[in-house]
Structure formats: structure tokens, C-alpha cells
């Protein structure tokens, strides 16, 4: 004998047909559960969105309602001693409402004489003094949460754009 021998080796099979179809097949399944946890994710995020979407509007709704309702609350009758603490001067309190008047008594007169029929108010009435936030305040504050949370939900609707993308 000769000491030439060829070391056995293994040679493998080659990949049947079969074989590349169950391989084809596993890829498919595996690709297809992917494609259903993203797509339920999906699905999740806009549902979550939809809900904060609602969610906001009954928010600003809500907001302009209660604005509404303070709009249309009877208005207090002006005073002498009011106007005089709120404007100092009487032509300050004339130049603010647009009205023309002789005297304080003659203006207090001619604002309050149209209670039922919407007296003139000032254009930019300046904030009432209290401790407490003003409505003016707070609604801005709400209104800004809102927006924020509009922000918020665009970033996330980006973010599913781009999954979509991705997967597709």
C-alpha cells in the first residue's frame, strides 16, 4: 500500500431543491411576523393618536366654551371711583372708550346707560389685581399644553411615516 491516501473528507450534499424552498419558506414566515409586529405597532401608535387627537379638540373646545360663557356674563356697571383707580385721568377713560363726556358722572353715565345693549368696554383693559392666575393666564397656558401635545404626536406620526418607509 501506499502511504499517498487522500484523507477522507465529507463532502456535503448539495442543497436539494427542497432544502432551498423550506430555507425560502422559514425567510417568508420570519419576514411576515415581522411585518405583523410592525404593522400592529402601527396600528397601536395611530390609535393612541387618534385618542390625544380627540382628546385635544374637546380640550380647545372646552377652552373656547368656558371664554364663551365668560363673554357673555352680564358686565358689573361702571363706577366713578372705578374708572377714576383704573384710568387715573378722565381724559385717559374718554380716549379708551371712544366716548365723549363733560365730567366723571356724565361718562359713568353714558357707559352704564347701554348695559342691555353691550356698552363700550376698553380696548385693552388692563388685568384685574389679584393673587390668583388670570383666566387670560391660564387659557394661554392650556392653549400652550395643547400645542405642545400637538408637537408631540407630530413627532410621532413622523416616526411611523418612517417606519413605513422602512418596511416598505
Known amino acids: ?3 499517498d491516501a487522500a484523507p477522507i473528507v465529507r463532502i456535503a450534499p448539495e442543497e436539494t431543491a427542497g432544502d432551498r424552498v423550506r430555507k425560502l419558506a422559514a425567510k417568508i414566515q ?20 387618534s385618542e390625544n387627537h380627540d382628546r385635544l379638540i ?4 372646552e377652552v373656547l366654551e368656558e371664554d364663551l360663557e365668560r363673554q357673555a356674563q352680564p358686565l358689573a356697571p361702571y363706577t366713578i371711583d372705578g ?4 384710568f387715573g385721568t ?9 366716548v365723549k363726556a363733560r365730567g366723571w358722572a356724565d361718562l359713568v353715565e353714558k357707559l352704564n346707560q347701554g348695559a342691555g345693549q353691550n356698552p363700550p368696554r376698553p380696548q385693552a ?3 384685574p389685581p389679584s393673587s390668583a392666575p388670570s383666566s387670560a393666564a391660564s387659557f394661554a397656558a392650556r392653549l400652550d399644553a395643547i400645542e405642545h401635545e ?3 404626536m407630530n413627532g410621532d406620526i413622523r416616526e411611523i411615516l418612517m417606519i413605513l418607509k422602512s418596511t416598505g
Open 150 to 152: 400637538l408637537q408631540r
Open 30 to 49: 420570519e419576514e411576515t411576523d415581522l411585518q405583523i409586529k410592525v404593522t400592529s405597532r402601527i396600528l397601536g401608535a395611530a390609535a393612541q393618536i
Open 1 to 3: 500500500m501506499t502511504d
Open 58 to 61: 374637546r380640550e380647545v373646545v
Open 90 to 98: 378722565l381724559q385717559a377713560a374718554k380716549a379708551q372708550f371712544g
Open 83 to 86: 374708572l377714576k383707580q383704573q
Open 125 to 127: 383693559a388692563p388685568e
